[in-house]
């Protein structure tokens, strides 16, 4: 059974930085393209980014209002995905899910950011 | 970037009727490359079609999805109580960029 589980949510200030990490297992980890997706309080998803397999060559690629802030990284050995957000504002807060694929076919539950003063 | 247009936004229907939803892209979606999800109340999204036509595993035969170009459509045959949720459909194709349509909400009349 895929799993995806999500860790690092919290509150942070404007400004102040966060590491969300997402553990996977039931599936190769390494073969799997990896997606982190967002959903502030009572709207809709938005993409975040994306980082592909290692065979495939691990680019990452990110949404417009993330890039330069956002960071994702992969640690296959752990079956980890992680995002560094830097710089962050109050309309990053958002429930965080990571998902796996090219569409996103397995999705963790997520865990929330809240940036606030 | 290519912008996803659900309609409607809410959708009000009784169980045992047929519910259409509708996704029209802005430009054509590459390849049909075109997700529906189903997100119930307080939990992650849930991959429905793929490939604007292709169900999930798991995912029941009632759930069909049609289309291609810049319009596709999400039916559901017969409404059972457990398929009231939001939907939103996502496409795939533009990569790097992703995107989503804004949801329609699928509610009990």
């Known amino acids: 059974e895929v799993q995806l589980v999500e860790s690092g949510g919290g509150l942070v200030k404007p400004g102040g930085s966060l590491r969300l990490s997402c553990a996977g297992s039931?599936?190769?980890?390494?073969?799997?393209?990896m997606n982190w997706v967002r959903q502030a309080p009572g709207k809709g998803l938005e993409w975040v980014g994306r980082i592909k397999s290692k065979p495939d060559g691990g680019a990452t690629d990110y949404a417009a209002p993330v890039k330069g802030r956002f960071t994702i990284s992969r640690d296959d050995s752990k079956n980890k995905v992680y995002v560094q957000m830097n710089s962050l504002k109050t309309e990053d807060t958002a429930v965080y899910y990571c998902?796996?694929?090219?569409?996103?076919?397995?999705w963790g539950r997520g865990t929330l950011v809240t940036v606030s003063s | 970037e290519i912008v996803l247009t659900q309609s409607p936004g809410t959708l009000s229907l009784s169980p045992g009727a047929r519910a259409t939803l509708s996704c029209r892209a802005s430009q054509s979606v590459s390849n049909n490359y075109l997700a529906w999800y189903q997100q119930k109340p307080g939990q992650a999204p849930r991959l429905l079609i793929y490939g604007a036509s292709s169900r999930a595993t798991g995912i029941p035969d009632r759930f069909s999805g049609s289309g291609s170009g810049t319009d596709f459509t999400l039916t559901i045959s017969r409404l059972e109580p457990e398929d009231f949720a939001v939907y939103y459909c996502?496409?795939?194709?533009?990569?790097?960029?992703?995107?989503f349509g804004q949801g329609t909400k699928l509610e009990i009349k």
């Open positions: 996502q496409q795939y194709g533009s990569s790097p960029m992703y995107t």
């Open positions: 998902a796996t694929g090219w569409y996103l076919d397995f």
């Open positions: 039931g599936f190769t980890f390494s073969n799997a393209w």
